[in-house]
């Protein structure tokens, strides 16, 4: 199985945001760790699906046809 955990942090005042990934399990030769900043993001919430979106992108991108995406987001 090949997972993904993913993580994002927002700063409310300046609307950036940086996000991350690392791949674990099964086949992760060719994924490389997702680690990027992203300006114009409206929340928290936003941030997190942006590295959700990364992680899914990365590996369809390298033919990947599992996936789990794990995070750490709660909407409580």
């Known amino acids: 199985m090949l997972v993904c955990n993913v993580d994002a942090a927002w700063d409310a005042k300046t609307g950036g ?3 991350g990934g690392v791949f674990s ?7 490389s760790t997702v ?3 992203h300006n114009h ?3 928290a919430l936003m941030a997190e699906a942006i590295a959700v979106h990364r992680a899914v992108s990365t590996a369809v991108y390298s033919n990947v046809r599992s996936l789990v ?3 750490d987001s709660c909407l409580g």
């Open 25 to 31: 399990g099964d086949n992760t030769r060719n994924l």
């Open 41 to 43: 993001v409206t929340s």
């Open 69 to 71: 995406v794990l995070s």
């Open 17 to 19: 945001c940086g996000i």
């Open 35 to 37: 680690s990027e900043a």
